[in-house]
């Protein structure tokens, strides 16, 4: 049975000021840093983590979840603005890692 390929599209934080950095490091990102990493975590763990002092709201834990539990190598990422345009089209090539390094 064939995979299929998932498109998935990710704003490179707001306006897109993080795109020169996830470029420059061949990697693509989401902005939770603070909830610090999430490797194996599940949906309902996820629920109950903090992110600014407050608890993410169903929409964030959907983005999240997906971002490290469903996002697989080979599915496609479009880096983009809010709407207003592309950076890049790229293919996932590696699992999910958290880099405290990066912002």
Same mark, same amino acid.
């Given at each position: 049975m064939k995979k299929t390929t998932q498109y998935w599209k990710i704003t490179p934080g707001e306006g897109g000021f993080l795109w020169?950095?996830? =470029?420059? *490091?061949?990697? $693509?990102? $989401?902005?939770w840093s603070d909830i610090k990493n999430i490797k194996g975590i599940t949906e309902e763990k996820l629920r109950h983590k903090k992110c600014d002092g407050k608890i993410l709201t169903p929409s964030a834990v959907k983005q999240i979840n997906a971002f490290v539990n469903e996002v697989k190598i080979g599915d496609k990422v479009i880096a983009s603005t809010s709407? =207003?345009? $592309? !950076?890049?089209?790229?293919? $996932?090539?590696?699992? !999910?890692?958290? *880099?405290d390094e990066l912002e």
């Open positions: 020169r950095e996830q =470029k420059l *490091n061949d990697c $693509i990102a $989401i902005g709407g =207003k345009g $592309i !950076y890049a089209v790229g293919t $996932i090539t590696g699992d !999910y890692e958290f *880099n």
